[in-house]
């Protein structure tokens, strides 16, 4: 049996480095989406089976653009592991987050492929055409 655990990191925490470093060996996250402001939260899905071994099968980063505004910048998963419903389970507690720390919107990288995506969880279209989901 395996269990999908959700994990969220700020970029203080001592394990950041080496989660960057495993996520960018998976072709997970490239260079680019691996520049991480303080300010951005780091989420990993990991996988964990009864042995407790644990294996890092997604990653998305959920940046700060101001005091209301959140942008979901990358959703990565393995591909053996999509349409599965994680992806979803990942925006669901970037939610969470974004409502913890009081703010008031989401906005989602303009990616055709994964507008559908998008707009199933609920994200619409703002005056400018971008994706948005108000909290």
Sequence with gaps: MKIVVIKEFDNTSERIEEIKNEVEKKSLLNKED??????????????????DSKEIIGTMILKKVDDKVYKINKINLLEDRRNLGLGGAMVKYALEVVKKNCGKSIIVDD??????????????????NKLIMNI
């Design 111 to 128: 990616d055709e492929k994964l507008k559908g995506f998008y707009t199933k969880l609920g994200f619409t279209k703002d005056k400018d």
């Design 34 to 51: 691996s520049k991480i402001s303080d300010k951005d939260f780091i989420f990993t899905t990991e996988e964990h089976d009864l042995e």
